[in-house]
C-alpha cells in the first residue's frame, strides 16, 4: 500500500510511497576508502532501481478511480537521489518507463505546488465556462424581458392614441354638438 495518497479536486490522486531502501547509501557513507564507498554507492543504486520496479508493478493506475499517471517514490534526503543518479545514468528514464517519479523534498514541494497549479487553473476555467454558461442564459432571460417590455410599450402606445382618438373625437364631434 502506498504512504501518502493525495486527494486532489475532482477525485483524482497522487500516490506517493516512501519506503526506500538506504541501508548501501548509510554504508557507503561510512567507507573507509574510495572504492569500498563506489560498491556501496552502485549498491545504493541498483536499491533505488529494484524498488523502482517494485512500485511500478504494484500498477497503483488501476487501483484508484480516476488512476492517477504515475507514483512518486519519495527520497527523504537530496543525496540519495544525487548518488543513486551519479552510479546509474539512466535511472531516470527507467523510472519514467515505469511510471515512477522520484522526487526529493524539494522536488516532492514543487511537483505538488506545480498540481495545485494546473488544479487552480483546471477550476479556474470550469468557473470560467459556468460563468459564460450563466451569463448566457441570463442574457437569453433579459431577451424575454426586453419583448414583454416592448409589448408593453406597444400597448401603450396604442392606448394614448386610442386615448387622444377619443380626446379629439369627444372635443371636436360630442363637445361642439353638446
Known sequence: ???MIVRLPGGASIVIDSKVPIDAYLRAS?????????????QHARQVREHV?????????????????????????ESLLSTALEADGL???????????LATP???LALLRTVSFGYQRALMAENAEEIKRVGAEM????????????????????????????VGSFDSQAMRQA
Do not use: C, I
Not at 511500478?56 to 484508484?64: D, N
Not at 535511472?91 to 517519479?101: H, M
Not at 432571460?141 to 408593453?152: I, K, N, S
Open 106 to 108: 524539494t522536488t516532492m
Open 91 to 101: 535511472l531516470l528514464e527507467k523510472t519514467f518507463d515505469r511510471r515512477v517519479v
Open 53 to 77: 520496479r517494485s512500485l511500478g508493478g504494484k500498477e497503483y493506475w488501476t487501483q484508484f478511480q480516476p488512476s492517477p499517471e504515475f507514483v512518486v517514490m519519495f527520497l527523504p534526503l
Open 1 to 3: 500500500t502506498p504512504d
Open 30 to 42: 561510512t567507507a573507509r576508502d574510495d572504492a569500498d564507498r563506489d560498491t556501496h554507492l552502485g
Open 139 to 166: 442574457l437569453s432571460r433579459l431577451g424575454v424581458l426586453v419583448e414583454h417590455l416592448e409589448g408593453m410599450r406597444r400597448g401603450l402606445d396604442q392606448a394614448v392614441r386610442g386615448y387622444n382618438k377619443f
